[in-house]
């Protein structure tokens, strides 16, 4: 049985780990963190200020490979067919 590693979006409310959403690549986790956290999708909201109500962050993470697809859903957006 083999494992696969992975990205886990922690989302903190109160400092309380609440939800956690799973990536294959860190971009995605990141960028995905990032809009939430800034509440803006745009390229930039890095420099949008952060929301009160809770912080995330992305950590690594080995999986069972099993258990993705089953027990873990990756959220990566699709990529186009030309990559």
Avoid: W
């Avoid at 939800?19 to 420099?47: G, N, P």
């Amino acid at each position: 049985m083999g494992t696969m590693l992975i990205f886990m979006l922690v989302i903190l409310e109160k400092n309380v780990p609440t939800l956690e959403i799973a990536f294959r690549e860190l971009s995605s986790c990141i960028e995905y963190k990032t809009a939430l956290v800034h509440q803006d999708v745009s390229k930039h909201a890095i420099v949008m200020p952060r929301t009160r109500h809770f912080d995330a962050y992305c950590e690594p993470r080995l999986v069972p490979v099993s258990d993705v697809g089953t027990k873990l859903l990756l959220r990566d957006p699709p990529t186009p067919k030309g990559d």
